[in-house]
């Protein structure tokens, strides 16, 4: 089974340097929503719903997609 990651700046925060990692796709978008949750709550409080729809989003696709060494890779 091959590692997974996503970074902050991946999905858009770049001024912080966390680093999601696991084996499970589901295990590192849990991991990295509930960072966000605790670590940037006044980034997720000045969101409205579609925002944050978008951030989880952007973090399932970069996910879908990367080949779990932190780059996006495209089709």
């Keep these: 089974m091959k590692m997974r990651?996503?970074?902050?700046?991946?999905?858009?925060?770049?001024n912080c340097n966390f680093i999601a990692l696991g084996n499970d796709i589901d295990e590192v978008e849990q991991?990295?929503?509930a960072h966000i949750?605790?670590?940037h709550k006044d980034l997720l409080e000045s969101m409205n719903?579609?925002?944050?729809?978008?951030?989880?989003?952007r973090i399932s696709t970069f996910l879908g997609r990367?080949?779990?060494c932190?780059?996006?890779q495209m089709p």
């Design 49 to 57: 719903e579609h925002e944050i729809h978008l951030l989880k989003h």
């Design 70 to 72: 932190g780059h996006l």
């Design 5 to 14: 990651m996503v970074k902050c700046s991946d999905v858009g925060i770049s």
């Design 37 to 39: 949750e605790s670590e």
């Design 31 to 33: 991991n990295m929503l």
């Design 66 to 68: 990367s080949c779990g």
